[in-house]
């Protein structure tokens, strides 16, 4: 059974930080490319970043840019976003997803095959 699971959201203040973590089980995680994305209440899902699986290419959206950082750690299995200076307009449910391509991830959610069930992110004074 191919499953992603998150961790790691909670309540953070402006300026703060947290760390996100994306686990895979059922599959071997450095086969895919692994995203981030998220999606705020009335909002449509927006990638935010993206990691292949074999060069560790990366991509960042542009708000997120100098202040997420993506990772893995293949031993764990585990995929990493790393969330410093979090501004309340990064409150949202944030997901992890594997694809194939790393392009299909940098271009849209909907390129993605496989899905964890979200982590929520607030930040907020």
């Known amino acids: 059974q191919v499953q992603l699971v998150e961790s790691g959201g909670g309540l953070v203040q402006p300026g703060g930080s947290l760390r996100l973590s994306c686990t895979a089980s059922?599959?071997?995680?450095?086969?895919?490319?692994i995203g981030w994305f998220r999606q705020a209440p009335g909002k449509e899902r927006e990638g935010v970043s993206c990691i292949s699986s074999s060069d560790n290419n990366t991509y960042y959206e542009d708000s997120v840019k100098g202040r997420f950082t993506i990772s893995r750690d293949n031993a764990k299995n585990t995929v990493y976003l790393q969330m410093n200076s979090l501004k309340p307009e990064d409150t949202a449910v944030y997901y992890c997803?594997?694809?194939?391509?790393?392009?299909?991830?940098?271009?849209?959610?909907?390129?993605?095959?496989?899905w964890g069930k979200g982590t929520l992110v607030t930040v907020s004074s």
């Open positions: 059922g599959f071997t995680l450095d086969h895919y490319t």
């Open positions: 997803a594997a694809g194939v391509l790393f392009r299909l991830c940098v271009a849209s959610y909907r390129g993605m095959d496989y």
